[in-house]
């Protein structure tokens, strides 16, 4: 596809249930993103992977989210034991070059209910 | 530590009429400033970047250093501008991640 494409693009958890959610990038995209945008917010960065390697993860919230992208392309967002304040739509996005002001392209989101 | 401040979350201006969307930062270094749009039940996608110093569908914005704003501006609102708006911040010593406001709500009325 020609975007970044995520799925699922819904998700219904029950609290302490782990989710996984994926994202593919744009083919060739080195930069990799994903943040959390709760209701009436701004997304909220998360973790950075410039291809395999996770150079940022500062922003995860707590040792239960976990992020990988172990071939450079595909990324997974794992949330273990999920929580009510995990409810939040999840973005991912990803941007062809390494350095600082390359655009970043985003998914449709995948928006995680934690019941 | 980097922060971008929205301080409008609505705004609603008449079709025709002049629209600034406000956006101020805090950041010590060069940073990239861009806004990003999103359409109802469409992605957040890219409107303008500073650098570019372009136009994109009649919007501009000039990165003021010394105010440290990076106000949207327009000077006939349409219809299809309605949307929301982020004002976001990239820093090189921060992995280039995006640091974004939290949004800016717009309404135009026909």
């Known amino acids: 596809g020609a975007g970044v494409s995520q799925s699922p693009r819904y998700k219904v958890a029950k609290r302490g249930q782990d989710v996984a959610l994926r994202c593919d990038p744009i083919?060739?995209?080195?930069?990799l993103f994903w943040y959390q945008q709760a209701l009436g917010q701004g997304p909220e960065f998360l973790t950075y992977f410039q291809n395999e390697a996770q150079l940022d993860k500062s922003g995860l919230p707590s040792d239960r989210f976990f992020a990988e992208r172990p071939e450079g392309s595909v990324s997974t967002l794992k949330i273990q034991r999920t929580q009510q304040e995990d409810s939040a739509v999840y973005l991912c996005?990803?941007?062809f070059g390494r350095g600082q002001g390359f655009e970043a392209f985003f998914g449709q989101g995948t928006r995680l209910t934690v019941v | 530590a980097q922060r971008v401040t929205q301080p409008e979350k609505l705004l609603s201006v008449f079709k025709g009429a002049p629209v600034e969307l406000k956006c101020n930062y805090s950041?010590?270094?060069?940073?990239?400033l861009f806004w990003y749009v999103q359409y109802s039940r469409q992605r957040l996608q890219l409107l303008l970047r500073h650098i570019s110093r372009e136009s994109i569908k009649g919007f501009t914005a000039d990165l003021n250093k010394g105010e440290t704003s990076f106000h949207l501006k327009k000077p006939f609102a349409q219809e299809e501008d309605s949307a929301m708006y982020y004002c976001?911040?990239?820093?090189?010593?921060?992995?280039?991640?995006?640091?974004f406001g939290t949004g800016t709500s717009l309404t135009v009325i026909p």
């Open positions: 996005a990803s941007s």
């Open positions: 976001a911040l990239s820093a090189r010593n921060t992995g280039n991640q995006f640091y």
């Open positions: 950041y010590s270094g060069s940073p990239e």
């Open positions: 083919s060739g995209h080195v930069s």
